[in-house]
């Protein structure tokens, strides 16, 4: 059975890849984490760019039957040539725009990214479809997916980054806290606390679960469904130091790891 690949610039992915092994069971995954050059969130889109085509490209000697490109940062910069110079579905992750002004109430939708996903013009034509007041406030989180690349989601250093982000703007009313990073949903009750605490009343929302849903969906529709039964199996591959990785790997998404 051909395997259905996750790319990330490091462990984020794995929080969608936890996802998919829920969903589509009986699927075969391999998973590359770009470790070694994370965080890609500050670099420019060129770097971005390469790092991600050589990254893509190493999986296709896999023969995947489909890309699931599990970081928004990559996506943005990316998907369109990846999409136009891959016969397989590519699926990306875009911030949970749409959902987050759905819950919105008389609030504002907070939207936590990458420095270089809210630089990108496809982050700000999906804001424009449905903000095009511009009243959702965009915080730039520079220093919290590095904190995340240790693999403490509990330490409270992770707790203090969250706060220093959202402290300058206690005193506004937020709904929705788009988690607009696959490294945010691994600690996302951390930022649910803090904003709870902040902004009584603040919910989270991610695109995890949708964009897995949409990959079951596009398997479906080509005829790429695995027909395995039960535990499909994944495979891990890494930049960066498989032994300092594995366990993280195994706590999140429980697989064996190879570099
Ligand atoms: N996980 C990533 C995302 O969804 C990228 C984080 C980074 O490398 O800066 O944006």
Redo the contacts with the bound molecule.
Sequence with gaps: MRPIAFF???I??LSVLAAAKELLPGERFVYYGDNRR?????RTAVEIFDYTVECVLELMHLDIKALVLA????TSVTVETLRSRLEIPVIS?EPAIKPAFAMRKKGRVAVM??P??LDQPRFLNLLQRFDPKRSALLLPCSDL?GLIEEGDFEAPKIEACIEEVFTPHVGAAIDAVVL????FVLVEETVQRVCQSLFPGAKTVHGNEGTVRHLAHVLGQRGLLGEGAGEGGVEFYSSGDANRLRDIFLRIAGAKTRT
């Design positions: 990330d610039s490091g984020g992915g994370a965080p890609y969130g500050e970081c928004n940062t990559a992750m990214a990458t270089a996903t997916v607009g990073c696959t490294h």
